[in-house]
């Protein structure tokens, strides 16, 4: 890698260009254990290792760019979860934040369950050796082949998004002569996105069945009366990035409300309530996620305490948290391919990959965190914008940065928390490669998915 001197240029942090810049950091070299993965640290030469591996050697042996995933850190936080709920509840890891083999193998010996959306999460699932029964089959348009395979395999449980697809369910369980065991999400008027959220109208929106107007109800009722399917429970998902526990303390309770109805009309008491996931993490130092413990501790105390108000027995809690586990575990390592000063404004700094391997800051203009991982540098913090080598300006991957000002073509720069929704998101936009995943553990590197190639590409395009 080079370490060579940078180009003359306007590389200074003395007037911020416009964004979500604070004051420069004090030290451009440290890494804030928030934001990356839980062995990740610089050694004795300022290079940055994860699971004992340096990222020079991470470099040289899979290429740039690579998402370096940390086992470790993983497995710890996915037991962090499933002790933190005890055996009273139970963890389903949310599939499309990312799925593989490996993963699914990690979350099987930790003792997590696995919620998949589609055909393919499904088969990935099960290659893999996940019980069938600690599945949890998601999607708002779920085909009959995906609900035939799902029942054939004896998933655990389907959670129900429409009026059709109770009646689909039915059947096809009933033709089966099996009764499917499922949950009915609905949509309780509350969308949480990281710290704020908003109890008004969202039931406009594509998922679940809404409270409101007594849909929801009537899909119980429904259900209840269909020999193909155990209604076990109602689910409720409420957003993303959330810190804040007060959208999850409205959606508990107006979903307590419908089990007392339930009780009142049917004789029934439910037995499980799904809140979904959502829990959000660090992706910079501004970001203060809780712990699992705290998480459990607060919706477990608000599940019992609605409970006890509406004289219900308290259900079976179940959370999906995806991005919460894997988010953090992960860094994308790029290099950096060229450097250009704008006079006035910032450098933009350009890596190998770019909205191809992580759509987010495009798609919700989400913040990442950057640092130079091959060297150290006591260079002045220059304002940068991190982005991508596609043909669009909004191939941005990294919005507002600090990077050292002598950093040069030829270095290493990594994006911390890129483990949720990067790597499941990736595209092929104008035939750009999908990188591998490489997992580090215990001082060695594997990948666990290789890299596109181009004849991966080629096959597809049968001519
Ligand atoms: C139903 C459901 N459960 C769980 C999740 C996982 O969310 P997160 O990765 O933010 O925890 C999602 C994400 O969209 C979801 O739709």
Known sequence: MSRSAHPAGP?????????HYSAPPADLNALDPKVWAR??????????????????????????????????????????????????????????????????RWLHEEGLNLDVCSGGELATALSAGMPADRIAFHGNNKSTVEIERAVDAGVGRIVLDSFQEIVRVAHIAQSRGKRQRVQIRVTVGVEAHTHEFIATAHEDQKFGIPLAG????????RALQLDGLELIGIHSHIGSQIFDM????????????????????????????????????AYTSDDDPREPHEIAKALTEIVTRECESARLRTPRISVEPGRAIVGPTAFTLYEVGTVKPLDGLRTYVSVDGGMSDNIRTALYDAEYSVALVSRVSDAAPMPA??????????????????????????????????????????????????????????GESRVVVRRETEEDLLRLDVG
Request: aromatic share 6%; hydrophobic share 45%.
């Open 39 to 104: 062995t990740v640290a610089r050694d004795d030469d300022g290079v940055v290792t994860v699971g004992g591996v340096d990222v020079l050697t991470l470099a040289e042996q899979h290429g740039t760019p690579a998402y370096i995933l940390d086992e470790a850190d993983f497995r710890d936080r996915a037991r962090a979860w499933r002790t933190a709920f005890g055996a009273d509840a139970d963890v389903f890891y949310a599939g499309k934040a990312f799925l593989s083999r490996a993963v699914v």
């Open 246 to 281: 007060s959208g999850f303390e409205v959606a508990a309770h107006r979903v307590v409300g419908l089990l007392k109805d339930i009780r009142d009309e049917h004789g029934v008491e439910l037995p499980e309530i799904d809140l979904g996931g959502g829990l959000g993490i």
């Open 385 to 442: 914008r991190v982005v991508g080598k596609h043909c669009e300006s909004g191939d941005i991957v990294v919005k507002d940065a600090f990077l050292p000002a002598d950093l040069a073509p030829g270095d290493l720069i990594a994006v911390p928390a890129t483990g949720a929704y990067c790597r499941s998101m990736a595209s092929n936009y104008n035939h750009v490669l999908r990188p591998p995943v490489v997992v580090v553990h215990e």
């Open 11 to 19: 590389r200074h942090a003395d007037v911020l260009p416009e964004g």
């Open 214 to 221: 007594g849909q929801a109800a009537e899909a119980v009722r």
